[in-house]
């Protein structure tokens, strides 16, 4: 059978806004909880490259069978940068999403979900 | 000095379609085309981490001083998914997106582009 990745994928993109200075500054944890929230939303983890900043900010990326995970901490801001690309299909990552904003417990958040159409075929049927 | 990022980001992500084979078919060449964009774009390359599937399919995301940059192929469809989140300010990493589009000369595109704003002072002002 030749193989065929689902046409459609998903993109979560969400700043959170007023995390706690404990939570926000300590990166292993952080590390920690994306990677939590990966596994129980049952994403594959290839890899994973990560940078603590001077004085402060922390980035990592999280490469994924089912594409990629980020975060970058803005500690001067108290807020986090959260990114998840998979390529399972409309709303996927959801899951991980809602765990991460559970342990990170922001004040508020800009949040944005976007489907993302892989296989032009879709073009021509208008979706 | 007290050390402050941009208070806004910018995340571009962009579906390129009906590439040729030959080019999305060579891995290597495609991470020396989003290497090549993001160093004529000044982003610091911190490190690299990617995976090629069997059978095919292409990962790779780039940790930047300025955030992370990513592709995923999809061979099948004749796509690529362009990902780039860059931290120094509104419409940035444009440079990084036209070297990459020159080089792969998709067809046609889903691009989208969204300020990220990481500072919640913001918020209040209602920008």
Same mark, same amino acid.
Request: proline letters at 3%; aromatic letters at 14%.
């Given at each position: 059978?030749?193989?065929?990745?689902?046409?459609?994928?998903?993109?979560?993109?969400?700043?959170?806004?007023?995390?706690?200075?404990?939570?926000?500054?300590?990166?292993?944890?952080?590390?920690?909880? !994306?990677?939590?929230? =990966?596994?129980?939303?049952?994403?594959?983890?290839? /890899?994973?490259?990560?940078? *603590? +900043?001077?004085?402060?900010?922390?980035?990592?990326?999280?490469?994924?069978?089912?594409?990629?995970?980020?975060?970058?901490?803005?500690?001067?801001?108290?807020? !986090?940068?959260?990114? =998840?690309?998979?390529?399972?299909?409309?709303?996927? /990552?959801?899951?991980?999403? *809602? +765990?991460?904003?559970?342990?990170?417990?922001?004040?508020?958040?800009?949040?944005?979900?976007?489907?993302?159409?892989?296989?032009?075929?879709?073009?021509?049927?208008?979706?």
């Amino acid at each position: 059978m030749k193989y065929q990745s689902p046409a459609i994928g998903n993109e979560i993109s969400c700043v959170m806004h007023q995390i706690k200075n404990r939570v926000l500054k300590n990166n292993k944890k952080l590390e920690g909880i !994306l990677i939590s929230g =990966l596994k129980k939303d049952n994403f594959n983890i290839l /890899g994973k490259i990560s940078h *603590e +900043f001077n004085p402060h900010g922390y980035t990592i990326t999280i490469l994924l069978s089912e594409s990629h995970a980020a975060f970058h901490t803005y500690p001067e801001y108290n807020s !986090l940068f959260f990114y =998840l690309y998979s390529c399972r299909g409309s709303d996927d /990552g959801r899951k991980t999403y *809602e +765990f991460v904003k559970k342990k990170l417990k922001p004040f508020y958040e800009d949040f944005n979900e976007r489907a993302i159409i892989v296989n032009n075929k879709f073009k021509s049927l208008n979706i």
